[in-house]
């Protein structure tokens, strides 16, 4: 009887993967960070977070989770001091399985009851990745591909917000320096933090992105985002003008020239 081949970690095509959080488990202030981390796996498109949204616990979800279009699912305590969210997601994720809609799914809790439901994923040879805090147990980190631990997230989002901050200070030393203009220039929204993000999720082992897989990763990070709105035509020539952030360089593979991006330190 032949053996069933083991289940490889996505790529960053267009895969679908299906991010499942238990919202009694997970941190809100960490939503973005993890999409990115999903996102490397192919294309999120089922975004659901479970829990029992009449209680004061789950105040912390509203907000972040209407930006980024998950879809809250409701679930009642029916006994005080037990935890229903799981049992809700686990059924959902078995439907989600059997239904052939996704091709890997994300699993974002601490709690080892997940064990079984991550474990009987890998079993059909479909990817499975858990977002976690260190105290998950091993077991249900074991029965993932891939772990991510939330402490790693929370210190790379510190890091990611004292970068901007001396972006900031930089740029208002630059104006103060040169006070050439007397008209104030309409300000743009800030493209890096959608640029950065997108870059996270397509950037290899090398530190290089495919530009046409970032291109994608920008459209699940801000599906309204556009060049033009920045003044240019194409996100190749966007990201060659911020050049103190980026750079490029080109490869031919088979007679066809593919553009990769880095981000600069």
């Not at 409701?74 to 686990?90: C, E, H, L, P």
């Amino acid at each position: 009887m032949p053996t069933q081949p083991l289940p490889l970690p996505l790529t960053n095509g267009r895969q679908r993967i299906a991010v499942l959080i238990d919202g009694d488990n997970a941190q809100s202030s960490l939503l973005p960070q993890m999409l990115v981390e999903a996102g490397r796996h192919g294309q999120v498109t089922v975004r659901r977070i479970y829990g029992d949204w009449t209680t004061s616990n789950m105040n912390s979800w509203k907000e972040t989770l209407n930006f980024h279009a998950f879809q809250p699912i409701q679930q009642f305590r029916y006994t005080v001091g037990k935890n229903a969210t799981d049992s809700a997601m686990i059924i959902d994720a078995m439907d989600i399985m059997h239904s052939g809609v996704v091709d890997g799914f994300c699993l974002v809790s601490s709690d080892s009851d997940y064990t079984r439901l991550a474990t009987r994923i890998r079993e059909t040879g479909i990817f499975v990745m858990g977002i976690g805090e260190k105290k998950t147990p091993k077991a249900f980190v074991n029965a993932c591909d891939l772990f991510v631990y939330t402490e790693n997230l929370v210190e790379e989002k510190k890091a990611a917000q004292q970068k901007k901050a001396q972006t900031t200070r930089a740029k208002k030393a630059s104006s103060k320096e040169s006070p050439e203009s007397t008209e104030p220039e309409k300000e743009e929204a800030d493209p890096m933090p959608v640029l950065s993000q997108a870059f996270e999720m397509a950037v290899g082992q090398d530190g290089w992105a495919r530009l046409d897989v970032m291109g994608n990763a920008i459209y699940q990070v801000d599906p309204g985002f556009d060049p033009r709105t920045y003044g240019h035509k194409q996100l190749s020539r966007m990201l060659n003008k911020l050049k103190d952030r980026f750079e490029m360089r080109t490869q031919d593979i088979d007679g066809q020239l593919i553009f990769y991006v880095r981000m600069k330190e």
